[in-house]
């Protein structure tokens, strides 16, 4: 039997994509009127106008659900450990867990695995290689973890977006040893449910 993706009905959140349509619509329609000699100038003019609305509503669609992503992603951070959580918790949760998005944190990971190769030439990259080598093993761990197909907790992707993206990470900026394998220490944990 094949799982579903579970439903999420009752939350109102922003479609980018959906936005737009009804002036995507009307933007289409307008060129209809360039068919008309007449009006074929004002039909291609309204048909740019409405189809640059529908970028903004979009864009700011886009904006809105990315705002939306950010504060529920605090919430999956500070949450003790699950239990009775509202659908829009749980939204993000299934959004975060996606195999897909799995794989692409896996492969970001294995790409900082690649920066850490003593053969590979200096880049512009702020990863601190030296710092970040002998902890290669907790960082291969990690990535082994995101690839496999067991079980994994939204709050340890978050935590190891974080480690990877952020630039107050331990990977970028000036930290003690220990830190940095804390921090990898606990990212580790935190993907086990």
């Known amino acids: 039997m094949a799982a579903h993706a579970p439903r999420f009905g009752t939350?109102?959140?922003?479609?980018?994509?959906?936005s737009a349509l009804p002036l995507l619509a009307l933007a289409a329609v307008a060129l209809l009127f360039e068919l008309d000699p007449v009006l074929r100038e004002a039909g291609l003019l309204a048909a740019a106008l409405f189809a640059v609305a529908a970028l903004v509503r979009a864009l700011r669609a886009r904006r809105e659900l990315a705002g939306i992503r950010r504060a529920v992603d605090r919430l999956i951070l500070d949450l003790p450990g699950g239990g009775d959580v509202s659908e829009l918790v749980q939204w993000r949760a299934h959004e975060l867990v996606d195999p897909d998005r799995r794989d692409a944190l896996a492969h970001e990971l294995d790409r900082v695995l690649r920066q850490l190769d003593p053969a590979h030439l200096p880049s512009s990259s702020p990863l601190r290689r030296a710092a970040v080598r002998p902890h290669a093993d907790l960082l291969r761990s990690i990535g082994d973890r995101l690839a496999d197909d067991r079980p994994v907790t939204p709050r340890g992707i978050l935590l190891a977006r974080r480690l990877l993206r952020d630039a107050s990470s331990p990977l970028f900026r000036e930290a003690d040893d220990g830190?940095?394998?804390r921090t990898l220490a606990r990212v580790r944990g935190a993907l086990e449910p």
Request: aromatic fraction near 0%; glycine fraction near 10%; hydrophobic fraction near 35%.
């Open 179 to 181: 830190e940095l394998a």
């Open 11 to 18: 939350l109102d959140l922003p479609r980018p994509g959906r």
